[in-house]
Nanobody, 122 residues
């Protein structure tokens, strides 16, 4: 059974960068899109970025300075976050999609990791 675990979160100053990782175990990620989502305190979880199974299609929302990549051989997906702002604070989750297609909606994903906290503060 596929399981996902995020890592790489932490406390960073405004303008800083973080590289989040999403590691898969129990099954391959090769056939599935992977998405990153963010849940800010007191707010709903929203899509941030997605990547198709073959990496052919990628998308990152305009309000996040981020780049998504994946290494299927290592069963890991990365989200590089740059120019971080206080409003980027939240728990970041990765999820495996129901298909190979890059989509940004929560309902397009079925397997979720427990999340990693990102706090942007001086």
């Amino acid at each position: 059974q596929l399981q996902l675990v995020e890592s790489g979160g932490g406390l960073v100053q405004p303008g800083g960068s973080l590289r989040l990782s999403c590691a898969a175990s129990g099954a391959t990620l090769d056939d599935y899109a992977v998405g990153w989502f963010r849940q800010a305190p007191g707010k709903e979880r929203v899509g941030v970025s997605c990547i198709s199974a073959t990496s052919e299609y990628k998308y990152t929302v305009p309000f996040v300075e981020g780049t998504i990549t994946r290494d299927n051989a290592k069963r890991t997906v990365f989200l590089q976050l740059n120019s971080l702002k206080s409003e980027d604070t939240g728990v970041y989750y990765c999820a495996a999609g129901l298909s190979s297609l890059c989509r940004i909606g929560l309902s397009d994903y079925s397997t979720w990791g427990p999340g990693t906290q990102v706090t942007v503060s001086s």
